[in-house]
Structure formats: structure tokens, C-alpha cells
């Protein structure tokens, strides 16, 4: 007899993810269930797997599992958080519009947007940016100018948004060769990286604070995507730490637009933008 479950597909600007609630199914297999699921032509078609519980601790409201294309577990994903978010308003598991999510990188706030009922944004407390996670980054790899190149690895930005980011800037963004699989493997990074390149499209003024930031993306686990909210907040950081531009930023992905404000009161990023569903349906779940 064949496992069924429920699932809802949904997207935050092209970063799509397929969600499961498993307050109502089990998933005994998620890394399979996400390899399997994510295939384009034999799945769903996804980014990756993300399971929605119910948090086992006071501190949180919901949990958030979340496993990559290649059934690799992701500490944590914008994206998909803010889905989670206009998810379970809409479905009815709660009526908060400030939510507090458990993640594999610590508790998230998130604050909904609601227009009668729809959940229209979602601004997601990303906490403080790590610059130095020995853990996570081989700080001794860090090129030291911009000509050098070390084994493939360009001068860039490191930067920890619970998971590891190394942010690369160029001039021609349209023009980059994205060699994903070198650059996310590369010994300075020991649990591998998402890689990100950006070029600041138009810089802040006084009559506009907001630095706007076109970037494209490779993801641990799943590849080039058409967007990643920590990617887009790392990003953020890095122009801000280089002087590109000023703690606000508008990051421009191929799938969409999200609004970092990087914060001078607390040092938290803060994350803005939208939570769209594509479909849902009825699947079987792999064996084991």
C-alpha cells in the first residue's frame, strides 16, 4: 500500500521549495523525499524539501526542516521562511502576524503583512551577520588582493547567516561563468558554501537611501536558483562592509526583489518580501 501525503508548492522571488505539514503526515525519509521530489522532469520540480512542525519549546511557535535538492539538510533558507509564514496564517494553524520560527540556526521572528487576510509580505529578523565562523570559513584562504586567485577561489566576502555565504562583486554580472561546484566545495569551506555574485546596479543619494544590488546565485545542495533570502542578505552585508553601498539595499534576482535593512540598533538583517503558492497535490512517498 502506497504512502500518500499532502503537498503545497510555493516560491519566495523563484526560490521554490515543496512544503509538507507534518503536524498531519510523517516523513520518515525526507533527504530521499527531497531528492526524489525535487526532479524536474520525474518529481514535483524544487528546490528542495521543506517540513513545517510544531515546536517542541516554549521560545518557538513552528519548526522549520529544510533539505536541498540533493537531500543535504540546510540550516536555514529566507525564502522558505517567509513561505512558512503566509503558510500557516493562511491555513489556518495560527493568527499571529508575529511568528517565531525554530530553525537548524536559531529561533526567527517573523512579522506578517495582512491584508484581509491574505498575507501580502513577510519581514523576516535574520539576527546578526557572523563575519568569522572558523566552523563554517578557513579565514587563512582569504585572498589578499584582487588580482590573486587561490585554487579557483576569488577575492570575496565570507559571511554566516546561520549558513556559510562567500560573496563575490564584479563588474559584469551578466557575463559571469558560475563554476558552482568548485567554488561550493573548495577547501576554505568545510561544510561547503552558497556563492553569490553581485554587482551594485545603482548607488544611495540623499533623496534615496536604498542601494540597489543585482545577484546572482549558487546554492549549497541545489545549484543555481532563481533566488536566496540569506544569500540576499549576506550580499547586503558585504556591499555595506566594502562601502558599496549603504546598510540598506534592494537585491535584484533573477526571480525577484527583497529589501535587506542591516540595522544600526541591534545589528540584526532584516528581510522583506513575498511568499507565493504555485500549487499543491497529492504524492507518494519513497521507500527508505
Known amino acids: 500500500m502506497t504512502n500518500k501525503v499532502h503537498f503545497t508548492k510555493m516560491h519566495g522571488a523563484g526560490n521554490d521549495y515543496i512544503y509538507v505539514n507534518?503536524?498531519?503526515?510523517?516523513?520518515?525519509?525526507p533527504a530521499e523525499c527531497a531528492r526524489q521530489w525535487s526532479k524536474a522532469h520525474t518529481g514535483i520540480g524544487s528546490d528542495g524539501l521543506v517540513l513545517i512542525g510544531k515546536s517542541s519549546v516554549p521560545e518557538a511557535d513552528f519548526t522549520m526542516r529544510i533539505f536541498n535538492a540533493d537531500g543535504s539538510e540546510a540550516m536555514m533558507c529566507g525564502n522558505a521562511s517567509r513561505c512558512i509564514g503566509k503558510y500557516i496564517f493562511e491555513?489556518?494553524?495560527?493568527?499571529?502576524?508575529?511568528?517565531r520560527l525554530l530553525t537548524l540556526s536559531g529561533i526567527k521572528i517573523l512579522r506578517l503583512t495582512v491584508n484581509e487576510g491574505v498575507v501580502e509580505s513577510v519581514t523576516v529578523d535574520m539576527l546578526e551577520p557572523q563575519l568569522v565562523n572558523?566552523?563554517?570559513?578557513?579565514?587563512?584562504?582569504?585572498?589578499t588582493s584582487k588580482e590573486q586567485v587561490n585554487d579557483s577561489l576569488p577575492e570575496g566576502t565570507f559571511v554566516s547567516m546561520g549558513n556559510p555565504h562567500y560573496v563575490i562583486f564584479t563588474d559584469n554580472i551578466d557575463r559571469v561563468m558560475i563554476d558552482g561546484p568548485k567554488l561550493e566545495q573548495h577547501p576554505a569551506f568545510p561544510e561547503r558554501c552558497n556563492i553569490e555574485f553581485a554587482q551594485v546596479v545603482s548607488s544611495s543619494s540623499q533623496d534615496n537611501p536604498t542601494t540597489h544590488i543585482r545577484m546572482r546565485v549558487w546554492e549549497r545542495g541545489?545549484?543555481?536558483?532563481?533566488?536566496c533570502g540569506t544569500g540576499a542578505c549576506a550580499t547586503a552585508v558585504a556591499a555595506a562592509l566594502s562601502g558599496r553601498s549603504s546598510r540598506q539595499s534592494t537585491i535584484i534576482m533573477d526571480g525577484g526583489e527583497l529589501n535587506i535593512d542591516w540595522s544600526k540598533q541591534d545589528n540584526h538583517v532584516y528581510m522583506t518580501g513575498p511568499a507565493e503558492y504555485v500549487f499543491e497535490g497529492d504524492i507518494d512517498v519513497p521507500s527508505s
Not at 572558523?134 to 585572498?143: L, T, V
Not at 541545489?222 to 533566488?227: D, E, H, K, Q, R
Open 222 to 227: 541545489s545549484g543555481v536558483t532563481m533566488a
Open 22 to 29: 507534518t503536524l498531519l503526515y510523517t516523513i520518515d525519509n
Open 134 to 143: 572558523e566552523r563554517q570559513f578557513n579565514s587563512d584562504a582569504m585572498p
Open 91 to 99: 491555513k489556518g494553524l495560527t493568527d499571529k502576524t508575529t511568528i
